[in-house]
């Protein structure tokens, strides 16, 4: 079992910048890629970002290319999102998880592809 656990949410004003991590526990963290999805209010869980078991490899959703950026230390079991030139559209609930990484280039962007998930940040961008 992996445990996953965001922090760093909070209030933002529009253009600022904040930086979500996510700890993980329980398993060998470099055996999985991980993945930043964000869900707001009344809609989807939507794909943001995500990184292979090695960091070599990230993609990114088309509404964040550019302006944020995934990162992890598999020394210190620990996921990042680095989220600059924030947006109103940006509000929602973030949430990392985890898949098992298959091979070194393995970065899923489906959330029935992932094995764990965290309890989820909040992310509140002020006008």
């Not at 078991?53 to 990042?80: M, P």
């Not at 990392?96 to 992310?123: L, R």
Request: some cysteine.
């Amino acid at each position: 079992q992996m445990k996953l656990v965001e922090s760093g949410g909070g209030l933002v004003q529009s253009g600022g910048s904040l930086k979500i991590s996510c700890a993980a526990s329980g398993v060998l963290f470099s055996n999985y890629a991980m993945g930043w999805f964000r869900q707001a209010p009344g809609k989807g869980r939507e794909f943001v970002a995500v990184i292979s078991w090695s960091g070599a490899y990230t993609e990114y959703a088309k509404s964040v290319k550019g302006r944020f950026t995934i990162s992890r230390d598999n020394a210190e079991n620990t996921l990042y999102l680095q989220m600059n030139n924030l947006t109103t559209e940006d509000t929602a609930g973030y949430y990392c998880a985890s898949s098992y990484a298959a091979n070194s280039y393995y970065t899923p962007k489906v959330p029935g592809d992932y094995d764990y998930w965290g309890q989820g940040t909040q992310v509140t961008v002020s006008s």
